[in-house]
């Protein structure tokens, strides 16, 4: 494995860098950290931004260019996300999985309309998607989901209750898992459709999440009428198409990567900047050797991402690979946070309001990252894909 990034990968990271500069609002920290989907103004600037991504072929780089990608290859991609999330670009997914597992899984199990449809809208930037899984009684053991889809003729009936759609207010359609055989054994008997959240008897409900922003929805359907040309792949055979799907978004770990590292640097400079009794805070034995612990941290957790990617690019499948750096980078987030809140003191404890240090970006990154290691997959989940699949133990 080369551990160096080619001369068109540092350019591809300069020219991020200097994007963010021109295009970003002045002050722009917990903006593309969390509220890119909460506030009307934070929403007008994350179109904005996903169509300048598109238009200078960042959004989809990856995908094939019949598809509107440019064909880049996974570790040119990694940079892409990493570098953006460090920047806090908004938009770069087109909601919640638009581009990095709704797109790629439509490539592989969607029809030619299916493709022709919606792929276009994604890598231009324009249709944002949202993902419905979860439910109240169905989480970690998502195939005891129980949202149903009747099938009558040239259409299919939904009915049931999503939660914990991330982005379901701002989305126009959902990559939505549904019941279509209550009978079959639970694995068997679910499919997956592509519903358009302005049909009739769609109600979606915004949550005030830990950081008091709408982050999260519930979505209910009401005897929701969906063409039967919206299954994707085949009826009841949803599950092999949402293992693909979560695969791809367990690759997810460079998001909380790139945002961990532009946290190391902002505490950096806040210790640098900051005096206690006379002296700055980065004199102080405990606060350094906290920073340096976290950016060796950072260095630990970014060598597990490109890995995988280089594992991809060389025709490789990552399995526990990818649930071992999802695991390692969103609880990275949350103890660097942790250790953010101890290094600021009250400071820390300070939100998004005016004269708050860093913006407010250390209590936003605590409250945010208790849901990072539930959300593709919770850290108990991917351990046992760990110990299973990685190591080869028997399941308990």
């Not at 999440?209 to 209910?220: G, I, S, W």
């Not at 359907?221 to 978004?249: K, Q, S």
């Amino acid at each position: 494995m080369n551990f160096a990034f080619s001369e068109s990968e540092k350019k591809l990271a300069k020219d991020l860098n200097e994007f963010a500069k021109a295009e970003l609002p002045p002050g722009w920290v917990i903006g593309g950290y969390a509220e890119e989907y909460c506030t009307d103004y934070n929403w007008e600037v994350t179109q904005r931004i996903s169509k300048k991504l598109a238009e200078n072929g960042w959004l989809t780089m990856a995908w094939p260019r019949e598809y509107g990608g440019m064909e880049a290859s996974r570790t040119e991609c990694l940079l892409y996300r990493e570098e953006a999330t460090y920047n806090m670009l908004p938009g770069i997914d087109m909601g919640v999985g638009g581009v990095s597992w709704i797109g790629q899984s439509l490539m592989i199990f969607g029809t030619e309309e299916q493709k022709k449809r919606h792929l276009p809208g994604i890598a231009a930037g324009e249709t944002y998607w949202c993902t419905g899984y979860s439910e109240p009684d169905a989480g970690s053991d998502l195939a005891s989901l129980g949202c149903r889809a009747m099938r009558k003729g040239d259409e299919f009936i939904i009915n049931g209750q999503k939660i914990w759609t991330s982005a379901g207010h701002r989305a126009a359609w959902c990559w939505l898992a549904v019941r279509t055989d209550p009978e079959a054994p639970k694995h068997k008997g679910i499919s997956l459709l592509l519903v358009d959240l302005k049909l009739a008897g769609v109600t979606v409900n915004p949550l005030i999440n830990l950081a008091d922003m709408p982050e999260n929805c519930e979505v209910f359907y009401d005897d929701v009428h969906v063409p039967a040309d919206c299954l994707i792949g085949e009826e009841n055979e949803g599950w092999r198409h949402i293992m693909t799907a979560l695969a791809f978004e367990r690759t997810a770990g460079a998001e909380h990567l790139g945002r961990s590292r532009r946290m190391v640097d902002e505490l950096v400079k806040y210790a640098r900047e900051t005096h206690r009794n006379g002296k700055p805070l980065s004199d102080d034995p405990l606060v350094r050797n906290k920073l340096a612990h976290y950016a060796i941290e950072c260095e630990i957790g970014r060598l597990m991402c490109y890995s995988i990617a280089w594992m991809e690019d060389k025709g490789l499948i990552p399995g526990h690979e990818a649930s071992a750096a999802k695991n390692y980078c969103s609880e990275l987030g949350q103890r660097l946070s942790n250790a953010g809140l101890s290094i600021m003191g009250m400071y820390g404890q300070l939100g998004t309001g005016p004269g708050s240090p860093l913006g407010g970006l250390t209590q936003t990154a605590y409250l945010f990252g208790v849901g990072d290691t539930l959300g593709g997959g919770t850290s108990e989940v991917n351990r046992t894909i760990i110990a299973t699949r990685g190591l080869g133990l028997p399941r308990g």
